[in-house]
């Protein structure tokens, strides 16, 4: 049987989904460097320190639990055929993070909130460098690269160039207001760095 999450923990994530439903309210409403962590406790019903308990920043509830979505890319990836190239597992594993539980008009307000802000742009950057570490173990292992104490910086490397060609794409897709295909993009900019 599968691990059921206790009934105190559904209730943590339906009440930080509730915060964060709201937040993204105000965002889109107030802008996001406008909207306070005050508007944001007080709109939803519960006090400043409250809101610290469920979010550790306010760029966090644009962001979501980075660390638990670079464990599940890292995941992805390793569960990836052996034989598949890293560039073929890389896309794959971060298919994996799409959110299918947001609307278009929702993904755009986070894409928007990301090319506007520079407090969620540096958190962002923060993620990329946490996340290349986290990737670049098996990266290397799929570019026949021998193992290493610490991540060789070809695979490193690597793992930027995926994580930018991934913003890129996210990007174009909302310069487009959601009209060009994100995948297509991805891989439009893959196919420019391997040419």
Known sequence: MADTPSLRERARRAARAEIAA???????????????VDQIAGAAGISRRSFFHYFGSKEDVVLGDTEALGESVRAALEARPDDESAW??????????????????????????????????????????????????DIQRRLGLPPTTTPDPRALAFVAAALACFDAAVDAWYRSDGAEDPEQLFDEAVATLRG
């Open 88 to 137: 073929a597992a890389i896309r794959a594993a971060f298919l994996t993070i799409r959110p299918v539980d947001k609307t278009q008009e929702e993904q755009l307000t986070l894409a928007r909130i990301h090319h506007e802000a520079p407090s969620v742009r540096a958190r962002h950057l923060e993620k990329h460098l946490r996340w290349q570490e986290l990737l670049a173990p």
């Open 22 to 36: 709201t937040a993204m309210r105000l965002f889109a409403e107030n802008g996001f460097d406008a909207t306070t």
